[in-house]
């Protein structure tokens, strides 16, 4: 089993950055994708961005492309989300996943789950 552990959420004014991470183990996988779901109070939980892990393809939401960027640090299997010029909609319960199938977009295709940080963006 993996375990996916999430930190760095807070609170941050609108405007400001944040930068989340998600650290992986247990056990590897020959062909993954991490990802990063996020959920608002509310809200479905909707896809934001995930990164394949073995050439780095990236596939952000339309409601954050242009500011947020995810990234990997192989070694550690573990995930950055960079988060700037943050809007109070974007305040929500922020989880990372692995899916096993590639590039996907919606829970269903997450097999492993974290459990959630916490971004509340201020007005």
């Known amino acids: 089993q993996v375990q996916l552990v999430e930190s760095g959420g807070g609170l941050v004014q609108a405007g400001g950055s944040l930068r989340l991470s998600c650290a992986a183990s247990?056990?590897?996988?020959?062909?993954?994708?991490m990802g990063w779901f996020r959920q608002a109070p509310g809200k479905e939980r909707e896809f934001v961005t995930t990164?394949?892990?073995?050439?780095?393809?990236?596939r952000y939401a339309d409601s954050v492309k242009g500011r947020f960027t995810i990234s990997k640090d192989n070694a550690k299997n573990t995930v950055y989300l960079q988060m700037n010029s943050l809007k109070p909609e974007d305040t929500a319960v922020y989880y990372c996943?692995?899916?096993?199938?590639?590039?996907?977009?919606?829970?269903?295709?997450?097999?492993?789950w974290g459990q959630g940080t916490q971004v509340t963006v201020s007005s």
């Open positions: 990164i394949y892990w073995s050439d780095g393809s990236t």
């Open positions: 247990g056990r590897t996988f020959n062909r993954f994708a």
């Open positions: 996943a692995i899916s096993l199938w590639g590039i996907r977009t919606t829970q269903a295709e997450y097999s492993y």
